[in-house]
């Protein structure tokens, strides 16, 4: 027993400043933060509280929230397809053992977890359903490992950081493309923005100095918040069992009726037809883009996943093993389309909803393009945490920050930037796209909460300032009509 206090002290002593707070965060999380689907109620009734003392009637914030509750439904079948896809195409052979290889490149058990952050943050300005649950199998690999202690929740955290501070830097940002497409531009909302193309916002250097900033500060975050070597919990601690993703080998077919299953035949025609409209849909325009479609991206991956498989029964195996990954997407997501209506729909006696307010409240407090872009980014930052949905949230709310960006002189590509960068930090606090990681981590919200808000409370002054000074460095132009 002295031996045991002995290495805990040594390793207490070893700690670094961040990672004892953040253990102090984590132990918070883990003893008051609620599991994701009571998080959501909870979100529900402070927004329709909030809405009634707004001056919404009760009953109008009831109709909004059940004509809302629905809208998001096949949102959430993409979502639920992004984790099972994922997983599906993770748990193939070949995938597996090339995520096995991946797994072997960190040393240490700190270095692990960097090398997730720095990955998850990388693949998200690709894709973020990529992001998500190529980090999250990649997890489990590492943890696997018997040479090093790897701290599961912090490693799982790290795999959450595309979602939390990088997705939107990159062609995954939902607004950037909205605003580069004449075609996706609603009509009321073109003559206020015009066509905003890339070259104005992801591709500013700007933006690159942003993402360096954004991918130093993960990286040093995630290094001095994990727990010294060998004093991390891991998955065996948590009680997560690492075992379920080897593929597990399909019996023989012992009737003529099982002979389908197992031949690759109606795979070959399968895929044949599914490459047809790849080839199509890729030729058309910027690949990058085209996969930043959810549709897209998951007839992508469930097509890899058909072909990586290869025999029927092993893809309909694995599928099944995917399902607990997509339940509380299925289940919580309807709430935040409430939520969404609730704040967009339910007006008071003037005609405004809550959203109104708070969005002239925030626009009307700005006196510059620095000011606003710092107000702007408060601003998108507090709705975020109600409504973690950046490209429908800024077709909601773009008539009015565009609408101020003119009238102050901010230049209007930036401005979308700085929604989009300070949009995603709330995702670090907000369990909403957690839920798919969670599934395939086998973990709840509080497991990883207390790390993220670490690096929420870190990236958010951050971020927002570096933000709204680079907003100096541009010059103010009408919009620019298709």
């Known amino acids: 027993m002295s031996d045991i206090r002995k290495h805990d002290a040594a390793d207490g002593a070893r700690a670094t400043v961040l990672a004892r707070f953040a253990g102090r965060m984590v132990a918070f999380a883990e003893r008051w933060f609620p599991d994701a689907y009571v998080f959501v109620l909870i979100a529900v009734t402070a927004v329709a509280a909030g809405a ?27 979502m639920a397809f992004v984790a099972i896809g994922g997983y599906v195409v993770a748990v193939s052979p070949p995938a597996a053992k090339a995520l096995r290889r991946l797994a072997l490149a960190p040393k240490t058990a700190r270095g692990a977890v960097v090398f997730i952050g720095l990955l ?22 590492i943890a696997r490992r018997a040479d090093i202690r790897l701290d599961y929740r912090a490693a799982g ?7 939390g501070c990088g997705f939107t830097l990159g062609v995954s940002s939902s607004a950037a493309q909205l605003q580069a497409n004449a075609a996706s531009i609603p009509p009321s909302l073109l003559p206020i923005t015009g066509v905003i193309g890339f070259n104005e ?6 933006n690159g100095v942003t993402l360096l900033v954004v991918l130093a500060l993960s990286a040093a975050i995630c290094h001095f918040s994990a727990p010294a070597e060998g004093a991390g919990k891991t998955a065996q601690d948590l009680g997560v069992a690492l075992d379920d993703d080897a593929p597990a080998t399909p019996p023989r077919a012992t009737r003529p009726g099982d002979v389908l299953e197992h031949s690759p035949v109606l795979t ?23 996969l930043s479609g959810l549709n897209t991206y998951n007839f992508v991956i469930l097509t890899l996943g058909v072909l990586l498989h ?11 093993r995917a399902m607990p990954s997509a339940a509380g997407v299925l289940l919580q997501f309807p709430f935040y389309a409430g939520i969404a209506q609730i704040l967009t729909k339910a007006q008071n006696g003037a005609g405004h909803s809550l959203s109104d307010s708070i969005a002239h409240g925030f626009v009307g407090a700005s006196a510059g393009a620095t000011s606003f872009s710092f107000v702007v980014g408060l601003y998108s930052a507090l709705l975020g945490f109600f ?26 590509g930036w401005t979308v930037m700085v ?15 957690m839920l798919p990681l969670l599934g395939v981590l086998g973990l709840k919200s509080k497991d990883l909460v207390g790390y993220t808000s670490v690096q929420f409370l870190i990236h958010f002054p951050v971020v927002l300032t570096l933000a709204a000074a680079l907003m100096a460095t541009f010059a103010h132009h009408p919009p620019v009509m298709p």
């Open 387 to 412: 409504i973690p949905s950046a490209g429908g949230k800024w077709v909601i709310e773009a008539p009015y920050v565009m609408k101020a960006a003119n009238e102050v002189g901010a230049h209007l």
């Open 419 to 433: 929604y989009n960068i300070a949009e995603t930090l709330p995702n670090l606090l907000n369990p909403f796209w």
């Open 310 to 320: 290869w025999r029927p029964r092993s893809l309909l195996d694995a599928f099944s």
């Open 268 to 290: 070959v025609v399968v895929a044949l037809l599914a490459g047809g409209w790849l080839w199509l849909t890729f030729s058309s325009g910027n690949p990058l883009i085209a």
């Open 201 to 206: 916002t992801i591709l500013t250097w700007q």
């Open 52 to 78: 009634i003392l707004h001056g919404a009637a009760p009953i109008a914030v009831s109709r909004a929230f059940g004509d809302g509750f629905w809208n998001l439904i096949p949102f959430t079948m993409q």
């Open 120 to 141: 998850s943050i990388l693949l998200s300005l690709v894709n973020w359903g990529l992001s998500l649950i190529f980090s999250g199998l990649l997890v489990r690999a």
């Open 157 to 163: 955290a790290a795999g959450y950081l595309g979602l």
